[in-house]
């Protein structure tokens, strides 16, 4: 079972700039695919961004040319780099993990983005 645990979030302005952190309990080389999910209050969860194991890329359309998802193997640490963070990517932000089929969740690291 693959335990996930995500830092960095808080509070930034407008333009502001956080790093989100994802450790993982194994090495992530391992794992097929990881990824960052975020939920607004009252709209349902949605992909930010997630990276394969055959190191191709996927970002959301909202986050294009702002985040960027990066790993770490000898970390066993995934990132998030959020840059000209706007009042709509407040959210509560979850790191994901597929591994032989299943799903796994970290708890969430709450971002908000003050105007």
């Known amino acids: 079972q693959v335990q996930l645990v995500e830092s960095g979030g808080g509070l930034v302005q407008v333009g502001g700039s956080l790093r989100l952190s994802c450790a993982a309990s194994e090495s992530i080389s391992s794992i097929n695919t990881m990824g960052w999910y975020r939920q607004a209050p009252g709209k349902q969860r949605e992909l930010v961004a997630r990276?394969?194991?055959?190191?191709?890329?996927v970002y959301a359309d909202s986050v294009k040319g702002r985040f960027t998802i990066s790993r770490d193997i000898a970390e066993n640490t995934v990132y998030l780099q959020m840059n000209s963070l706007k009042p709509e990517d407040t959210a509560v932000y979850y790191c994901?993990?597929?591994?032989?089929?299943?799903?796994?969740w970290g708890q969430g690291t709450q971002v908000t983005v003050s105007s």
């Open positions: 994901s993990a597929q591994k032989s089929g299943r799903n796994y």
């Open positions: 990276t394969s194991t055959i190191t191709y890329t």
